[in-house]
């Protein structure tokens, strides 16, 4: 079983930036692949970043390449989302999930545990 809990949502100007944080707590934590997801209202959710067990291996969707950056601090059992270059189209809340087993998953089917997640909102 593994609890998650984000962090470092906020309001943030266009152009800005927020860095937010998935904090887990479980057995095993450091085997599990994250990502992080955004559901907007009125929007299907999506993916924005996803990342692998070990770190070495990240995925971005094209609306996140170049601006977002998903990295994880293992001894922390903490993953971050550095999200640069804000847009107001970035708004939504953020989740944090994680994935047993091998492999980055892109579908959020594949995750087992999420967080409660946290609220970014960005002002044009």
């Known amino acids: 079983q593994v609890q998650l809990v984000e962090s470092g949502g906020g309001l943030a100007q266009a152009g800005g930036s927020l860095r937010l944080s998935c904090s887990a707590s479980?057995?095993?934590?450091?085997?599990?692949?994250v990502g992080w997801f955004r559901q907007a209202p009125g929007k299907e959710g999506e993916i924005v970043a996803a990342i692998s067990w070990s770190g070495g291996s990240t995925y971005y969707p094209d609306s996140a390449k170049g601006r977002f950056t998903i990295s994880r601090d293992g001894a922390k059992n903490t993953v971050y989302l550095q999200m640069d270059s804000l847009k107001p189209g970035d708004t939504a809340v953020y989740y944090c999930?994680?994935?047993?087993?091998?492999?980055?998953?892109?579908?959020?089917?594949?995750?087992?545990?999420w967080g409660q997640g946290t609220q970014v909102t960005v002002s044009s």
């Open positions: 479980g057995r095993d934590f450091s085997s599990y692949a």
């Open positions: 999930a994680a994935k047993r087993g091998l492999g980055i998953g892109t579908n959020r089917y594949e995750y087992d545990y």
